[in-house]
């Protein structure tokens, strides 16, 4: 269960990307030698987001194999004292452990999937920690993709059978969030149609909110209130509904709440469509209409940065795409 960091009236959220200190272990030595409970030696500088194989000219940093670590200071905002702490890391490639200052935090196997780790217990709103993070590049055949490390004259080497670089590193942005005690944890929303009018059901996992109401408020396009429902698992509808369709991405917002009386405990935003897709023999329906799909597998590739994600570069394949 896990939902993106947003910044809502009841949570914030701090961007820890940027230029982290970096080190390779090209002996893999180093939590017998706890690199995580000092500062990191011999290290290096290395941009978050970025696979770091391309950020050298030493052809020995691109053709590395096993783990490298990334560590940097961060200061927990005083005004976070009442809330969770949150970090969450949307992508690090092929595994990856945290520790705040010597406290392992999280251990997470998957380079393409968000992980997050509640370390409210370990920080101090107003006071720096120190956060490191071992990352492994190493392929086996339980990752994705998969693949060996063999021995070599000149080391261990890679060998996988994908036709794509084994880029690795921090690829996407790390948050540090704040939540309220009694927050939603997890959503999933579901759509269908009755006639011209939009169903949308709902259910609603939160934490310590046994004494709250749960409450769902839908809005259009243009920020107008279309529907609302009450309950942790519920349904509405939407008069006049506006389809999602291909080529034609209306969406609505769905806000969930936690009340207490009438204050708002926790929010939460959710984009929406509202559309119906099944299978019929070999057919997509799209609200009842066929679709036909066509498409490629589409690597973040780019000079450099290797996989991150960079926003500039998304909105230019985006228009060569078009």
């Known amino acids: 269960m896990m939902l993106r960091p947003q910044d809502t009236p009841t949570r914030e959220t701090k961007c820890l990307s940027g230029i982290w200190h970096f080190a390779f272990d090209a002996e893999d030595r180093d939590q017998a030698e706890g690199w995580f409970t000092q500062l990191l030696p011999e290290c290096a500088e290395m941009a978050v987001p970025a696979s770091y194989q391309d950020l050298s000219t030493d052809p020995a940093v691109r053709d590395h194999v096993g783990p490298v670590w990334y560590q940097r200071e961060v200061r927990i905002p005083r005004g976070w004292a009442e809330d969770r702490v949150v970090i969450h890391f949307e992508s690090a490639t092929h595994t990856a452990t945290v520790w705040v200052d010597d406290v392992e935090v999280a251990n997470h196997v998957g380079g393409y999937l968000p992980f997050e780790a509640d370390i ?122 506006h389809l999602w369709q291909p080529g034609q991405g209306y969406l609505y917002e769905a806000e969930i709440s936690l009340l207490n009386g009438e204050r708002v405990v926790d929010s939460y935003r959710q984009a929406i469509g509202v559309r119906t897709v099944r299978v019929d023999g070999n057919r997509l329906l799209v609200n009842g209409e066929p679709v036909h799909l066509t498409g490629f597998g589409m690597h973040e590739d780019h000079q450099t940065i290797g996989k991150a994600h960079n926003d500039a570069l998304m909105l230019r394949d985006a228009a060569c795409l078009e």
């Open 120 to 241: 409210t217990d370990h920080v101090r709103a107003g006071e720096k920690c120190q956060l490191t993070v071992r990352v492994d590049n190493r392929l086996s055949f339980q990752t994705i993709p998969p693949g060996i490390v063999v021995d070599s004259p000149e080391g261990p080497k890679q060998k996988y059978w994908h036709d794509f670089f084994n880029y690795a590193g921090i690829h996407r942005d790390v948050w540090l969030c704040s939540r309220p005690t009694s927050h939603v944890e997890d959503v999933t929303i579901t759509t269908d149609l009755n006639g011209d009018d939009g169903i949308v059901s709902w259910t609603v996992l939160s934490r310590n909110s046994d004494s709250l109401t749960t409450q769902v408020t839908i809005f259009d396009a243009e920020g107008n209130e279309v529907a609302n429902g009450i309950g942790a698992s519920a349904t509405t509808s939407i008069p006049s509904v």
